[in-house]
């Protein structure tokens, strides 16, 4: 067995135990599924489950950035009929609006997850679309060319993620409304624009 289908068939299990993992979330709650019921869902040994994912919301993270990997590859084609930085991000920030509304119950567990584990090298899914975008922004003179590309893709992903966490806590927010309001600071900056 070559190390190609060997990292294949690990990397199907993985998805096999999130998908799992997902379906017991989504009839019975996160909070009361147990790591058993997902290795017996899964139908693998608790300790396998275990090797690879220390905990339900590894599992979580591993199910949304396969999702979010496949949405990236779908909206390849609509990320590039919009013209500019700014049609681009909004489209984005719409897009994600839409996801972030849909799984809102799962995002507190996801991100806490992400946090714990900060600098593990883990990506969303969306990291490369991203990139490419702000690449060719900063390329055709839409954005300063003093940073690197690569850092305002982080600092708008920071931006993104500070308004969204505003939003988990603050109920009444529209998170579409509250990214164009983002996405406004970061385009122009704070300062009046009177």
Known sequence: MDTTRRERKRLDQLDQMATAAWSLFEQHGFDTVTMEQIALAADVAKGTLYNHF???????????????????????????????????????????????????GYLPHYLRHRFVNLGSGERSGTDDLLLA???????????????????????FRFMTLSTTMQWLLTPDLDLTTEYERMLDVFLHGAGDQT
């Open 133 to 155: 975008v702000f690449d060719h922004a900063c390329a055709a003179g839409e954005l300063r060319a003093d940073v690197p590309p690569a850092r305002l893709m982080s600092l």
């Open 54 to 104: 220390s905990s339900k919301e590894a599992l979580l993270a591993h199910h949304f950035h396969r999702q979010l990997a496949q949405d990236a590859q779908r909206l390849r084609g609509d990320f590039a009929a919009q013209r500019g930085i700014a049609a681009q991000l909004r489209f984005y920030l719409r897009t994600s609006a839409g996801w972030m509304a849909g799984h809102r």
